[in-house]
C-alpha cells in the first residue's frame, strides 16, 4: 500500500512532467498550462488516485489531455 503522502508526491512529479512535456510541444508558457492542465478533466482524473491514471507516465497523460482539448500534435 503507497502512503498518501507518497501518493501525493508522485502525482505532483507526474503533473510537473506532463505540463513540461506538453509546453514545449505546443510552444506554450508552462505557467499557462499548467493552470489548463489542472483545470481539465485530466487534470481532475489525475488528483483522483481511484482513477490509477497515476500509474501511467506523462507522454501517455499529455495523449489523454490532447485528446480532451482536441488538439492534434502532428499538426504543432
Known amino acids: 500500500m503507497i ?3 507518497r501518493l501525493n508526491y508522485t502525482i505532483d512529479a507526474l503533473v510537473t512532467m ?3 512535456e506538453i509546453s514545449e510541444k505546443l510552444g506554450k508558457n508552462s505557467r499557462e498550462v499548467l493552470v489548463d492542465f489542472i483545470e481539465s ?3 481532475h482524473a489525475l488528483y483522483d488516485s481511484d482513477t ?3 500509474c501511467n507516465g506523462p507522454s501517455y497523460i499529455a ?3 490532447y485528446d480532451e482539448k482536441g488538439i492534434n500534435i502532428f499538426e504543432n
Open 52 to 54: 490509477k491514471l497515476w
Open 18 to 20: 506532463t505540463v513540461e
Open 41 to 43: 478533466k485530466t487534470g
Open 3 to 5: 502512503s498518501k503522502e
Open 63 to 65: 495523449d489523454i489531455y
